[in-house]
């Protein structure tokens, strides 16, 4: 099993709905991260988390919002999609902050 | 503007010669550098990383230079083979954050 799973894989959906991204890990680390890949520009940084109580926005947090339900559960939310939020989106976790992170496999994301 | 670039979108290398990824920043925070591997439908992977302090770090057939003075580093991969073709991304972290170059697609030919 892998250590860090995001669920849906894939998934399309249409302008204006909300989405929910869903990230878990067995790898008992405290932080927590999200990023969105696109072509060209690498992965941005969306959010992240040291600990259950800690939330924090990244380079470009407009537009999603998180929740981190357990030390091992980080969701992430599109409240209103747009097309411009058609990515790939990772999920990691780190044992410390700015050392190797972990990735799980990503989902794809598609607004229409 | 991009804090950490990867100019060269792709590289294609014969199988058994050197591979040379290469990666630039403009932040002097930078502290620590890794490099991570993709494949298509997965996650990136850790490869190997660097402390700022050092100049150079060697894992097997990756080592990674940096060169502070005119904040480079690169990647090279001896002797390259095909299973190592992937996207490579570099990575740079300040404070508690990584930031990411574009990415590099490295096609090793048999």
């Known amino acids: 099993d892998a250590d860090v799973t995001q669920t849906p894989r894939n998934r399309i959906t249409k302008t204006g709905k909300r989405i929910m991204l869903e990230c878990s890990q067995t790898?008992?680390?405290?932080?927590m991260y999200w990023y969105r890949q696109d072509p060209g520009l690498g992965l941005r940084l969306i959010y992240y988390?040291?600990?259950?109580?800690?939330?924090n926005k990244g380079e470009i947090s407009d537009g999603y919002s998180v929740s981190r339900q357990a030390q091992a559960k980080f969701s992430l939310s599109l409240e209103s999609a747009i097309p411009n939020q058609t990515a790939l989106y990772f999920c990691?976790?780190?044992?410390?902050?700015?050392?190797?992170?972990?990735f799980g496999a990503g989902t794809r994301l598609s607004v229409l | 503007d991009q804090q950490v670039k990867q100019n060269s979108p792709s590289l294609s290398v014969q199988e058994g010669r050197i591979s040379i990824l290469n990666c630039d920043y403009t932040?002097?925070?930078?502290?620590?550098f890794l490099w991570y591997k993709k494949y298509p439908a997965e996650g990136p992977t850790f490869l190997i990383s660097i402390s700022s302090i050092k100049d150079k770090n060697e894992d097997g057939r990756f080592t990674v230079f940096l060169n502070k003075s005119a904040k480079h580093l690169s990647l090279h991969i001896v002797p390259s083979q095909p299973g190592d073709s992937a996207v490579y991304f570099c990575a740079a972290r300040s404070g508690n954050m990584l930031t990411f170059g574009g990415g590099t697609r490295l096609m090793v030919k048999p």
């Open positions: 790898k008992g680390h405290d932080r």
């Open positions: 988390s040291f600990d259950v109580k800690d939330i």
């Open positions: 990691a976790t780190s044992e410390q902050a700015g050392t190797s992170q972990y």
């Open positions: 932040n002097s925070m930078f502290d620590y």
